[in-house]
């Protein structure tokens, strides 16, 4: 099958706004007659379902939080990006398109990131309108700030939890059309398979998370808005409940997925403290815009910070990158952290964490000021560190945070099988290999707001849907999959319990697919995957039954998809020989160990086909061709 | 360190629930509250019994799943925190340690420390918004907000939905859950326009769910780990008794 990303023609800022008009439109009053599924009710999934619904259209969202407005989209700490130019200071549409496909590392497509750029604007417009309570000055008007991979100050932010405020946004919304009585929401509900009829998404499997019922809902699209897969890392910022289960049965059924192995490394988390950690903290990218990075100069100082001085501190990203400084970009923030580590040149007790010094920044600005900014994070880091960051610097290594793969998707944002959608990170579209700071945000609501209630409508007034009910033998024989796995799962009864597997599972992600991706220990991290998904399926314990609420099957079953999705993302990382935003590939570098594109060869988006359990996945490629930002290689020097 | 842990065990909403009492050890000061309890489920499970079913996901505080009530305080003892970012090094080594889920008719326990909060759903639906329809909006700075009220705003729009302020009242009250999110859309001039109606729904929806009278003894502020103010109350108080006038 030929992949068409549907890329409509004619200048590029005339491309949604043509487009727009040659969607088909669905007539107001018929709109009540299409149900619409949709996963995940984050950023993405809670502001299609509310728009959706606002436009007439019976919905139903499911997620597996008890609440739709627990979805990770609410941990988001820095901000959202806007091309508003509030400040003045030359920001404009073209700009943030530009910095974006730049920011990527070329590995974007054009035409979905200047649509997202376009929409930056509304974005904010909306969320003013919802009442999300955003930073302001004096007069009253708007306040930004300034974010990693850009010179601009267009970052829109609620203190330290924009995100935050901007779920509760999407969540009032939706919530006001459950009143209305055009969406219904169910939580605790997880998606367990997407259904095909005719070779159409019509439907979906969920399993009431509450009493362990199996249910089947017909729907004429269906839209997959469930996030990222970074817990295949085991350690991620990501919650504890974000999982890959809901893209990786779509991908199971047909739909592909797209450049797995782009996954983000966030230079600012807290550092790892030991074997019972169950997650890492974020410190939001913001904190870059006062804290300094540094390391001592010599290896093993054991000096505390304020003993060692000025002069024997190295302040490495301001050093490298004199033009951006410690507003590098994440992906090369967090190589150059990694390499003054492996130097031996790192702080703390694991000697793996650097540096973030605000020390200059309350000089300048005052206690009082940098309190206001980052007030919550201190506190945050505080609790965990139990040290005060007003007083000695932070310290804060790499971890893994944002998926830009997931499943491919053309213009629409309709994935290779008909009627099914993805929107927010669940899909692989506009960060290309390296997604900016503010960026996700913007993405998961352009998509959710305005792409997907048009393309959805588009979709639906295009195509010619025969009555579909969950009666159907597709329904019946999809449920049937879903239990006999459940029933497998269970009655493994063997030694070892899933977050055993889990850890595992994230170590092999971690040192052969992590920061630095080499041929020798991609091919190890293959086999040993396929060893470890074996002994998970022979020795896994999962206690209790599944018709009760049972934490320890929902774990297993997203487990299981992690174990198969792992091998995808080292194959993907294997077969891309270029180094290219987070993937970083030791055999193509420059001489001062910055990543080497190769865009003669890798100038593609990888799309990979399921082809059953055991068989190789077959690789499709969508080329990669840039009008207006001709690829470069990505200086900030 | 060593722990007593007196731990509710509820198999579902009919069953009758009762304390087990479990011993750990060997904990790093450094493990958050929740990982303790992943130790204890770890060691469980070894053992063929059946892990502790608790709430939790984000792990830093934010989300407003975790909602565990500790030595008969909603998150611990500590002030300003959720359960999940509550660490070992907060307890004596050896002490005992009771875990409870939320007690509040409101909020039935559907298994072990996990409750149903749905009536905190259904009372955002009945007004918890603006309503404002995607397209509508006009530009973000049309309307210049004093920074004051923006401040106030977001003050209370903290509020993570945990669900800890009814946990901490005597009366199960809900007040400071609703008031917050009445005066975080009332202090915005956008919000304004239907600030009557959303008042009297979300009180009248509170009421129906059966949460308790506010009698102003101000636990629900001291137990809140986003540190929402009672004068969120007094506001709402305001509000309610103007739109009743009106």
């Known amino acids: ?637 | 360190m060593n722990f007593k842990l007196k731990i509710w065990r509820q198999k579902n909403s009919k069953d009758k629930g009762r304390f087990v009492d479990y011993t750990i050890e060997n904990v790093a000061d450094d493990t958050s509250f929740l990982e303790m309890l992943d130790i204890l489920n770890e060691k469980l499970i070894a053992n063929n019994e059946d892990p502790v079913a608790f709430d939790h996901d984000c792990r830093e505080g934010i989300c407003g799943t975790c909602s565990l009530h500790i030595n008969g305080r909603p998150h611990g003892p500590k002030p300003k925190v959720t359960a999940c970012q509550l660490f070992m090094r907060t307890f004596r080594d050896g002490e005992q340690i009771t875990i409870e889920p939320w007690r509040a008719k409101s909020f039935p326990v559907i298994r072990d420390l996990i409750t149903d909060r749905g009536a905190f759903e259904r009372i955002i639906q009945a007004g918890g918004f603006i309503s404002a329809s995607t397209g509508s909006a006009p530009d973000g700075n049309a309307i210049p907000i004093p920074k004051a009220d923006a401040e106030w705003a977001m003050d209370a729009a903290a509020c993570i939905g945990c669900g800890a302020c009814v946990a901490a009242c005597k009366n199960a009250s809900a007040m400071l859950f609703v008031s917050a999110k009445v005066a975080h859309l009332g202090k915005l001039p956008q919000g304004k326009v239907e600030a009557k109606k959303r008042v009297l729904n979300m009180i009248a929806q509170m009421d129906k769910e059966g949460f308790g009278s506010c009698t102003n003894t101000y636990a629900c502020e001291a137990e809140c780990p986003k540190g929402i103010s009672v004068a969120n109350i007094a506001y709402l108080n305001r509000e309610f008794l103007k739109a009743g006038l009106s």
């Open chain 1, 1 to 637: 099958m030929a992949l068409d990303s549907k890329i409509p023609s004619g200048p590029i800022e005339k491309k949604w706004y043509n487009h727009k008009f040659n969607l088909k439109l669905v007539n107001p009053s018929n709109r009540r007659k299409y149900h619409i599924i949709v996963v995940g009710t984050g950023l993405a999934g809670g502001a299609a379902a509310a728009t959706l619904g606002e436009m007439g259209y019976n919905v139903t969202a499911f997620c597996y939080q008890d609440s739709a407005r627990r979805a990770h989209s609410i941990a988001a700490q820095g901000g959202i990006n806007a091309a508003k130019n509030y400040r003045n200071d030359g920001d404009s549409v073209y700009r943030l398109f530009y910095d974006t496909v730049k920011g990527g590392d070329y590995r974007a497509r054009e035409a979905n990131v200047y649509r997202l750029a376009e929409l930056s604007n509304n974005i904010i417009d909306q969320c003013v309108a919802q009442g999300v309570p955003f930073a302001r000055e004096y007069g009253g008007y708007l306040d930004n700030r300034s974010f990693g991979g850009a010179q601009v100050s267009r970052t829109f932010y609620a203190r330290g939890q924009t995100g935050q405020q901007l779920l509760l946004g999407a969540y009032s919304s939706l919530s006001r059309q459950v009143a209305e009585g055009t969406v219904t929401v169910h939580g605790r509900h997880e998606m367990l398979d997407v259904v095909i009829i005719d070779g159409k998404s019509r439907g979906v499997i969920v399993r009431d998370m509450v009493t362990g019922e199996i249910k089947s809902f017909a729907a004429d699209a269906v839209v997959l808005a469930t996030g990222g897969y970074g817990n295949v890392y085991y350690l991620s910022t990501n919650a504890k409940g974000c999982n890959t289960t809901a893209i990786w049965r779509a991908h199971k059924k047909g739909a592909f997925f797209g450049n797995p192995c782009f996954v983000q490394i966030h230079p600012t988390c807290i550092p790892v403290s030991g074997e019972h950690q169950s997650k890492l903290t974020l410190m939001s990218e913001s904190l870059r815009n006062d804290g300094r990075v540094w390391v001592p100069v010599k290896k093993g100082d054991t000096r505390k910070p304020k003993d060692i001085p000025e002069a024997e501190r190295d302040y490495y990203l301001e050093r490298r990158y004199p033009s951006f400084g410690n507003l590098v970009p994440r992906d090369v923030a967090s190589r150059a952290a990694k390499q003054v580590c492996d130097e031996g040149r790192g702080v703390g007790t694991s000697k793996m964490a650097v540096y973030l010094d605000f020390a200059d920044a309350i000089k300048r600005q005052g206690k009082a000021r940098i309190e206001e900014k980052y007030g919550n994070l201190f506190d945050m880091y505080q609790e965990i560190t139990d040290e005060n960051p007003y007083e000695l610097p932070m310290r804060i290594y790499p971890a893994i945070h944002y998926t830009m793969g997931g499943l491919w998707v053309d213009y629409n944002l309709m994935t290779t099988i008909p009627g099914l959608f993805a929107g927010g990170e669940a899909n692989f579209s506009d960060h290309g290999a390296n997604r900016l700071g503010a960026s996700a945000l913007m993405q998961g609501l352009a998509d959710g707001y305005f792409v997907l209630p048009s393309t959805v409508s588009g979709y639906l007034g295009s195509t010619e849907l025969k009555k579909v009910t969950t009666d159907a033998p597709e329904f019946k024989v999809a449920e049937k999959e879903v239990k006999d796995r459940i029933t497998k799962l269970l009655s493994v009864k063997g030694k070892y319990s899933v977050d055993h597997y889990h850890k595992k599972l994230g170590k092999i992600m971690w040192d052969y697919v992590g920061m630095s991706r080499n041929e020798a220990g991609l091919k190890s991290a293959i086999t040993e995957i396929r060893a470890l998904r074996e002994d998970f399926w022979k020795n896994v314990r999962v206690l209790g039954e599944g018709e009760e609420l049972n934490q320890s099957l929902e774990k297993a079953g997203r487990v299981a998809d992690f174990l198969e999705l792992g091998e995808l993302l080292a194959s993907d990382a294997l077969n891309r020989r270029e180094s290219c935003g987070g993937h970083f590939r030791e055999e193509s570098q420059t001489e001062d160990n910055e990543a080497k594109r190769d865009d003669e060869n890798f100038s593609y988006v990888s799309a990979w086909e399921y082809k059953g359990d055991g068989v190789e996945p077959e690789l499709h490629k969508e080329e990669l061709t840039f009008e207006h930002c001709k690829p470069s290689q990505r200086s900030y020097k």
